[in-house]
Nanobody
Framework: QVQLVESGGGLVQAGGSLRLSCAASGRTFSSYAMGWFRQAPGKERELVSAISWSGINTYYADSVKGRFTISRDVAKDTVYLQMNSLKPEDTAVYYC??????????????????WGQGTQVTVSS
């Protein structure tokens, strides 16, 4: 059974940093893309960042380019999202997700089938 457990959320002032972690279990994650999504109140869930199964390809939403960095530690089956220069508009519940199929780039939101429980990120102004 695939399980994804996020951690690292919290309250931070604008301009600050947080690092989210997502520990995965239940299958060989080195063959699957991983992504971070977020959902703010009243808004749709959006793909913030993704990393391909190989780790070579990454995707960032325009709103976070240059501020967020996604990475993965294959040995630990863990994916990270380093978030710098945080803004109040980054406030949301952040979800880790992984794709249904192997060898994906992770850039197509329709590929994601497994989700974590989410972690709250709140950025105060």
């Amino acid at each position: 059974q695939v399980q994804l457990v996020e951690s690292g959320g919290g309250l931070v002032q604008a301009g600050g940093s947080l690092r989210l972690s997502c520990a995965a279990s239940g299958r060989t994650f080195s063959s699957y893309a991983m992504g971070w999504f977020r959902q703010a109140p009243g808004k749709e869930r959006e793909l913030v960042s993704a990393i391909s199964w190989s780790g070579i390809n990454t995707y960032y939403a325009d709103s976070v380019k240059g501020r967020f960095t996604i990475s993965r530690d294959v040995a630990k089956d863990t994916v990270y999202l380093q978030m710098n220069s945080l803004k109040p508009e980054d406030t949301a519940v952040y979800y880790c997700a992984t794709t249904r199929s192997r060898y994906s780039t992770g850039s197509d939101i329709r590929e994601y089938d497994y989700w974590g429980q989410g972690t709250q990120v709140t950025v105060s102004s």
